[in-house]
């Protein structure tokens, strides 16, 4: 997913509630995020993401965000979270993660 494709799932709604236990897409002032639990997981802006456990690495939590990640998924190695994009690159997934579109 990416920001023009939550805006279209938005259509004029605040929110909508997506698939998963406790799992929202939410207008926000200058973005669009996908909650869970009301903690914004993945925010889509116009030209970027921002991903963010929000301090709950639970296995859960990572499906979540692979769920709507616009590409690429978080995997986990001996307890650490990774960031990866296909066989071409892994990274350490930080506290906040920021993605750019291309």
Same mark, same amino acid.
């Given at each position: 997913m990416? *920001?023009? $494709? +939550?805006?279209?799932k938005?259509g004029n709604?605040? @929110?909508?509630?997506?698939?998963g236990r406790?799992t *929202?897409? /939410?207008?926000?002032?200058d973005?669009? +995020?996908v909650?869970y639990h009301g903690?914004?997981i993945?925010?889509?802006?116009?030209d *970027?993401?921002?991903? $963010?456990?929000c301090?709950?690495?639970?296995?859960t #939590?990572k499906?979540?965000?692979n769920? *709507?990640?616009p590409?690429g998924?978080v995997?986990?190695?001996n307890g650490?979270w990774y960031f990866? @994009?296909?066989?071409?690159y #892994? /990274?350490?997934?930080?506290p #906040?993660?920021?993605?750019?579109?291309?």
């Open positions: 990416n *920001y023009m $494709s +939550a805006l279209t938005l709604r605040q @929110s909508r509630k997506l698939p406790a *929202y897409l /939410v207008r926000k002032e973005h669009i +995020a909650q903690h914004s993945v925010k889509f802006y116009p *970027y993401c921002e991903v $963010s456990a301090g709950w690495e639970t296995v #939590t499906a979540r965000i769920d *709507y990640l590409y998924r995997i986990q190695r650490t990866q @994009s296909g066989n071409a #892994t /990274v350490k997934f930080l #906040t993660n920021r993605m750019a579109y291309t």
